[in-house]
């Protein structure tokens, strides 16, 4: 058993796996609340961040263990195990975040993601190399591989929550207290042997000394505190000015004596919104709308009321429905959303998104376009492309249509 940890660098692998964590998880809180184009950059910047600190961490721990003198690392190995990480951890991450986030779909993602860090860490070691051979206890390796499940269970209910601030905060020193605690606990149950009674042996191929090994994982370190400390900056888009009286002007629309059929009323509480005409369609027959929306979960369908809905969001053939608090999976395609909708509290203000405009309290400029951002607890944002910045502006009382 090894003894005798430098305990400097064991507080420091913490603190990695802790940076590593909330930069992660807090990227990947934003994924169900961001627009949808940049969903993807989120994910692999999650998955990415995430990867580095648990792998970064695993070899700061190593070299706070007291290892052999001319021990060194196998650069083939020590590579695969970081894509090992780097692997599971994407594939858990878009796991969830497609679809209904059930048990059903949790569970499988961290008993993936867990065998993956513990797999990590396992080839890790094998890359190990030296006068020596390393043997384990099989109870404290099936320790660890429960403890990296835990682990990983936690971490991704955590992303499911999209907490903020001081709770995203604990829950990362939690999850790098976790991942250290199955570190370690795999450590504990490594014994270093002479070589002719161990089952390990001096390989042969491209070798890195601890020295070089420091060096990486120097560099990793400054990559991973660069992007926590990026996490914390404020999104400019919530920095920028609001245009005037929009958050008390949207609840309080009423009809105005000039208001035209091109210029909706939005009444949250007007029966006469099922037969509204459609925007851009003047003429056309009065139509009915739907009430509810389906919602596809892992235990079948559900339906919400219109009136919750804040924003409908295409994604591939479905879209994603965002009730103020979390997006949840449609049936409908953008363009049946579209119809289906009661064109009178609904309006399409981008190719992606379809926003309630009686729910919008905010709205600013971003680029050519502009962002608006909804009413609930998790105040989702949506993106307004240049040519519907005019409309929404009419919609909410700013400026009247040409």
């Not at 090894?2 to 590593?20: F, M, N, R, T």
């Not at 682990?151 to 499911?160: E, N, Q, V």
């Not at 390989?203 to 060096?215: C, D, E, N, R």
């Amino acid at each position: 058993m090894i003894e005798g940890y430098d305990p400097y660098l064991v507080a420091l692998s913490v603190v990695i796996a802790s940076l590593g964590g909330y930069t992660g998880f807090s990227l990947t809180a934003r994924i169900r609340s961001g627009p949808g184009e940049n969903a993807r950059v989120l994910l692999s910047g999650a998955a990415g961040i995430l990867a580095v600190g648990i792998w970064t961490m695993h070899f700061v721990g190593m070299m706070a263990a007291p290892l052999p003198a001319d021990a060194v690392y196998l650069v083939l190995p020590t590579i695969i195990s970081f894509l090992i990480c780097a692997l599971v951890i994407g594939i858990s991450l878009f796991f969830v975040s497609i679809g209904d986030p059930s048990p059903r779909r949790v569970v499988p993602s961290a008993l993936l993601l867990g065998a993956g860090i513990a797999s990590m860490h396992y080839v890790g070691m094998h890359g190990l190399s030296g006068s020596f051979g390393l043997t384990h206890d099989p109870a404290l390796v099936a320790l660890s591989v429960a403890i990296a499940i835990v682990a990983a269970y936690g971490g991704l209910r955590i992303f499911l929550a999209r907490q903020d601030g001081l709770r995203l905060a604990i829950s990362a020193v939690a999850f790098g207290i976790a991942v250290s605690g199955m570190h370690y606990t795999a450590m504990l149950g490594m014994h270093v042997v002479p070589i002719g009674e161990g089952h390990h042996h001096a390989a042969p191929g491209l070798a890195a000394s601890p020295q070089a090994l420091a060096i990486v994982v120097a560099v990793l370190c400054f990559v991973i505190a660069a992007g926590f400390l990026l996490s914390l900056v404020p999104d400019p888009r919530r920095q920028s000015q609001p245009m005037p009286a929009v958050a008390e002007a949207a609840p309080q629309l009423a009809p105005e004596p000039a208001a035209t059929a091109a210029e909706p009323v939005v009444e949250v509480a007007a029966p006469s919104r099922a037969t509204a005409a459609p925007l851009g369609g003047i003429g056309q027959p009065p139509r009915a709308t739907a009430a509810r929306l389906p919602l596809e979960g892992a235990n079948g369908t559900h339906f919400i009321d219109a009136g919750d809905v804040r924003s409908v969001r295409a994604d591939a053939h479905y879209t994603r429905i965002h009730d103020g608090t979390r997006e949840r999976m449609c049936p409908w395609s953008i363009s049946e959303a579209e119809a289906q909708l009661d064109p009178g509290r609904f309006i399409r203000v981008h190719r992606s998104h379809i926003v309630a405009i009686e729910h919008v309290i905010y709205v600013g400029r971003e680029g050519e376009g502009a962002i608006i951002e909804l009413d609930g607890p998790s105040k989702p944002r949506v993106p307004v492309s240049r040519a519907k910045v005019a409309e929404v502006k009419a919609r909410l009382g700013l400026r009247r249509p040409a």
